[in-house]
């Protein structure tokens, strides 16, 4: 699942190599799935894209919005799998889920393996989709700030109880982020996946919020995750600091080896030492 250092990298790359094409033919899916979410017809997608110009894409969260000009905006969001962009017919894969064909034979696909929305709307009506509209500030926003985001926990508080993990993973409460990059924040913060959000003190909470920048801002600076993949079929180069593919290894900082545990929805990898419950 593409997080926001992969969508952040996705769409620069789109900037450079997509925007100014125009759209010979846009097509949905050739490969039937009940978890990819589309909101056109076949015929409706491909008559409304033709001789669409891209513009200048953009990252939200999890989230990619491409403007095909004029008047429309293609959405790419909570995906997974890949985004690529091909120099010809001969590397398309057999199936996709979204494929758009430019004027100079050069070509973009969209599959992916679990879920997703590939949708177009009519410029600023993607403001209105769920879970776009009314998006909490994201890692790279100039509003997330330390002070928002003590703010952010303090409002959670008067709700259900909730863990750090949870804070970090789930309803997108810091958009963006997933259970992949949300070991590293924990580890960088000290913090147990289980910790509880009401018992976080305030070094806790700055060393967090701190956790989450210099963990996004690596990924993003290393191209995405290790195991994701860029528009031009290259892996990103962040390596996790705490990876299922290390379990049992020496936790880097103190060596006690790396435990991992099932927990809300997943598997958290940990150093039960440096992450004490």
Not at 43 to 50: G, I, K, M, N, P
Not at 189 to 196: D, F, I, N, Q, V
Not at 225 to 239: A, I, K, M, S, W
């Amino acid at each position: 699942m593409f997080e926001l250092p992969e969508c952040i990298t996705l769409v620069r790359q789109m900037n450079e190599s997509l925007a100014g094409k125009t759209i010979a033919r846009g097509s949905l899916g050739n490969s039937p799935h009940k978890f990819v979410w589309y909101n056109r017809s076949h015929e409706e997608f491909e008559r409304l894209t033709r001789g669409k110009k891209v513009g200048e894409a953009r990252a939200r969260g999890r989230w990619i919005f491409i403007p095909l000009d004029p008047g429309y905006v293609l959405v790419l969001g909570e995906c997974g799998g890949r985004m690529l962009l091909h120099a010809s017919e001969a590397t398309v894969p057999k199936k996709y889920h979204l494929r758009l064909t430019f004027n100079d034979g050069t070509l973009f696909t969209a599959t992916t393996q679990m879920w997703g929305a590939m949708e177009l709307y009519e410029a600023g009506m993607e403001q209105e989709r769920l879970y776009v509209k009314e998006m909490r500030p994201t890692p790279v926003d100039s509003e997330f700030t330390c002070a928002y985001f003590t703010a952010l926990i303090d409002s959670l508080l008067e709700g259900e109880k909730r863990s750090v993990k949870s804070l970090l993973t789930q309803d997108q409460i810091v958009p963006g982020l997933g259970n992949a990059i949300a070991q590293d924040i924990l580890f960088r913060a000290g913090l147990h996946p289980r910790h509880p959000l009401e018992a976080l003190s305030q070094a806790a909470r700055q060393r967090l919020y701190d956790a989450i920048g210099e963990t996004v801002c690596a990924a993003i600076a290393a191209g995405g995750r290790y195991d994701e993949y860029d528009l031009y079929g290259q892996p990103g180069g962040y390596v996790r600091l705490m990876d299922s593919r290390l379990v049992g290894q020496p936790c880097p900082v103190c060596e006690t080896p790396i435990e991992k545990m099932q927990y809300l929805g997943g598997v958290c990898v940990f150093c039960p030492r440096c992450q004490q419950q």
